[in-house]
């Protein structure tokens, strides 16, 4: 079992940056896939970004690649989500998902969900 609580969210201009971040419990964080999903009011959540266990590899969703970058500090059971040249249109709910695997891939899907933190990009 994996808790994950978001924070760093918050009210950004346009082409501002925010950093978020992901604490995960347990001890076998290192264990785990790490990403980030968002969602907005009436919309589906979407894939946002995905780490690999050991950091070494890292998947984007075409809407945020060169803007966003992922990172994770096994040391501290941490997932960063670093967010550059903010559009309004990345105003969302975004989630933080762990998901225990094998292999060092990453992956869209997860078993684990923090309860969110809310970036709000103004114009």
């Known amino acids: 079992q994996v808790q994950l609580v978001e924070s760093g969210g918050g009210l950004v201009p346009a082409w501002g940056s925010l950093r978020l971040s992901c604490s995960a419990s347990?001890?076998?964080?290192?264990?785990?896939?790490m990403g980030w999903f968002r969602q907005s009011p009436g919309k589906e959540r979407e894939f946002v970004a995905a780490?690999?266990?050991?950091?070494?590899?890292?998947d984007y969703a075409d809407s945020v690649k060169g803007r966003f970058t992922i990172s994770r500090d096994n040391a501290k059971n941490m997932v960063y989500l670093r967010m550059n040249s903010l559009k309004p249109e990345d105003t969302a709910v975004y989630y933080c998902?762990?998901?225990?695997?094998?292999?060092?891939?990453?992956?869209?899907?997860?078993?684990?969900w923090g309860q969110g933190t809310q970036v709000t990009v103004s114009s």
């Open positions: 780490i690999n266990r050991s950091g070494g590899s890292t």
């Open positions: 347990g001890r076998t964080f290192s264990n785990h896939a």
């Open positions: 998902g762990a998901r225990a695997v094998r292999l060092q891939t990453t992956t869209r899907d997860y078993d684990y």
